[in-house]
C-alpha cells in the first residue's frame, strides 16, 4: 500500500519519546539476570545483547495433546518448575505453564516499550523471578 501511495509510512515511525522508552526499556532488560524468558518478545532479548528464547505463539502451535510436537512444550513447564530462568519478562500473569507456582513477580519496568503499531498488542510490564522452593505453592 506504502509502495502504491495509498498509505504513509509517518505512522510506522517511532516518534523522539518512542526511542528514548524503547531504549530505555531494553537497557532495563539488559541489567536482568541471565537467563532471561520473554516469550511474547524475544526480539527484546536479542536488542538487549541476551540469548533469545522461543515464542509464545510458536510453543502454542506445538501445545496440544495427540500432536507430534506436545512433549517439547510439556518441557517449559518443566523448566519453570525447574526454576530455569533467572527472570521471566510478561505483560501479565496469564502466560500459565507453572508461572504462578514456581516463580513471583518481582516489579514492574520503570520504563515501558512504546504501544505495538502492528500485531498483537501487547506490552511487556512485570519481571518475574524464581520462588525458593519452600515459598512455592503445592
Request: hydrophobic fraction near 35%; aromatic fraction near 12%.
Amino acid at each position: 500500500q506504502i509502495q502504491q501511495g495509498q498509505g504513509s509510512v509517518a505512522r510506522y515511525l517511532p516518534s523522539p519519546r518512542d526511542a528514548a522508552d524503547a531504549a530505555a526499556f531494553i537497557e532495563e532488560l539488559r541489567a536482568l539476570p541471565d537467563p532471561v524468558l520473554s516469550p511474547y518478545a524475544p526480539y527484546a532479548l536479542v536488542q538487549a545483547g541476551k540469548d533469545p528464547t522461543f515464542s509464545l505463539i510458536c510453543l502454542w502451535d506445538i501445545d496440544y495433546k495427540g500432536g507430534p510436537y506436545y512433549r517439547f512444550a510439556q518441557r517449559v513447564e518443566d523448566s519453570l518448575q525447574e526454576r530455569r530462568w533467572a527472570a521471566i519478562v510478561v505483560p501479565n500473569d496469564k502466560l500459565g505453564y507453572g508461572l504462578l507456582k514456581h516463580y513471583g513477580k518481582d516489579r514492574n519496568f520503570s520504563h515501558l516499550p512504546p504501544d505495538t503499531v502492528v500485531g498483537w498488542e501487547v506490552q511487556l510490564r512485570q519481571i518475574w523471578v524464581p520462588l525458593s522452593t519452600r515459598d512455592s505453592n503445592p
